[in-house]
């Protein structure tokens, strides 16, 4: 059983090095060592590339979002906004080249990015003509797309990512790819150009467009932390309650909060789950240095990471007293990292806290809570075998694995026989 509260998460910034300084960051944080950080709102943006259909036009050589990369050198070509194609709405770019000598490029205005994640740019593009003739052969008409990264002084960092185009007469899809932002990149430009090697009468550019995570809307490591369990057990039974990240996207490092009574839980011990494993070796650590308190820092190792709702770590617990709602609670101030934060810095806070609750009972087999394990505790759940487990028959799961069967009826019949219950 859990609540949740509604709200919106934070994002803090942190400024965190490498993987092995996260994973150093980490076990301080078990001994208590805390780096501070900036909160900002998550926000989304929906265009982060001005212009990219061209339908703000143009007039002469002014293009809004747009500038030439180096001045032109030859009458024979030309930039302009047109009415002569276009994709979608009214207008288009046209990029003429009928010249060996000289080329023509332009480019955006300066995209914000974020270094390490993935960006994808795209145009429709349409190459009017069909040849020119280069070093004695005919070869097709070409245009080129590109997309490149760039530094806080406007140098350029990392690969180029480009395709050149030769399909004619009709609108074709292109793409550069998958590109990652290198370290120290804070923009990203995108480049429609005809280079000095290629002719053209004509190429056409439309609804030119780039993919990825910008400043204004970080996708965080996870939507949320939660704990969940079978929210039944009995005194001095074992509860296990699993902490799992939903919509987790990239999630390297958790920085678990978990607060309980120390009246009705003690807490036993923890391990990384196999979601979290996924197959690779993890690293995991607790603090639990006063009662009530636990503290859970579980990092991947190497290029690893986790995505989609992934259950964390298995925490185990002794019940110490009978409680109707024993409450095991995330607090809001647990963090998430997602695998390129040592390059963003970028850690993911919560709202508001996470409450698992939990019905402690005397013996899970005394499932009308009389205090007597016998036939009327048996007849109750034989008559409910093979219904589904909801809030209301929960009680009758006496083993806790989301079936009521003959199992259950098994432990009451067992404790019936042993007198367990009298």
């Known amino acids: 059983m859990k609540r949740e509260k509604e709200g919106f998460m934070k994002v803090c910034i942190k400024l965190t ?52 990369m180096y001045n032109l050198q030859d009458p024979a070509v030309s930039y302009s906004v047109t009415t002569e194609k276009a994709r979608t709405g009214s207008n288009s770019l046209k990029l003429s080249d009928t010249t060996s000598a000289h080329g023509v490029a332009l480019w955006t205005d300066p995209i914000a990015i974020i270094p390490g994640e993935t960006y994808s740019a795209s145009a429709w593009m349409y190459i009017d003509g069909d040849s020119f003739v280069k070093d004695g052969t005919s070869v097709p008409n070409r245009g080129s797309f590109m997309m490149r990264f760039f530094d806080d002084e406007g140098v350029k960092v990392g690969n180029d990512f480009m395709i050149t185009h030769y399909g004619q007469s009709q609108w074709t899809s292109v793409s550069t ?13 995108l480049f429609a150009y005809i280079s000095n090697h290629y002719q053209t009468n004509g190429a056409y550019y439309d ?4 993919e990825g995570i910008f400043p204004g809307d970080v996708t965080p490591a996870a939507q949320s932390l939660s704990i969940d369990g079978m ?30 009574d120390p009246s009705q ?7 990384a789950a196999d979601e979290f494993r996924n197959g690779n070796e993890v690293y995991i650590a ?11 820092v579980a990092t991947q190792l190497g290029e690893h990471s986790v995505n989609g709702d992934t259950a964390i770590a298995n925490i185990r617990f002794t019940a110490l007293a009978t409680a109707d709602e024993a409450m095991i609670t995330v607090d809001k101030q647990s963090s998430v990292a997602k695998e390129n ?28 809570d009389n205090g007597v394990v016998d036939l009327a505790d048996l007849i109750m759940v034989a008559r409910a075998v093979g219904t589904p487990v909801a809030d209301g028959s929960r009680r009758l799961d006496v083993n806790g694995d989301s079936v009521i069967d003959i199992a259950d009826l098994s432990i009451i019949s067992l404790e019936i026989l042993e007198g367990e219950g009298e």
């Open 17 to 68: 090095k490498g993987k092995a300084a996260l994973l150093a960051a980490a076990i301080a944080l078990i001994v208590g060592i805390l780096a501070g950080g900036m909160s900002v709102s998550a926000s989304m943006t929906d265009d982060n590339l001005r212009n990219g259909g061209f339908e703000e036009g143009g007039e002469g050589t002014v293009v809004p979002g747009w500038s030439l």
């Open 177 to 189: 790819g998958d590109g990652v932002a290198p370290e120290g990149a804070v923009t990203a430009r």
């Open 207 to 210: 609804d030119i467009a780039i």
């Open 231 to 260: 929210g039944l057990t009995s005194v001095n039974g074992t509860y296990t309650a699993t902490l799992s990240a939903s919509g987790a996207s990239s999630l390297y490092a958790v920085d678990a909060l978990i607060h309980y």
């Open 265 to 271: 839980f003690q807490y036993a011990s923890a391990d």
């Open 286 to 296: 607790v603090q639990s240095t006063e009662p009530g308190k636990l503290r859970i």
């Open 341 to 368: 934060a040592d390059a963003t810095g970028v850690i993911t806070t919560f709202p508001s806290d996470f409450i698992h609750t939990v019905q402690i009972h005397i013996s899970l087999s005394d499932v009308n």
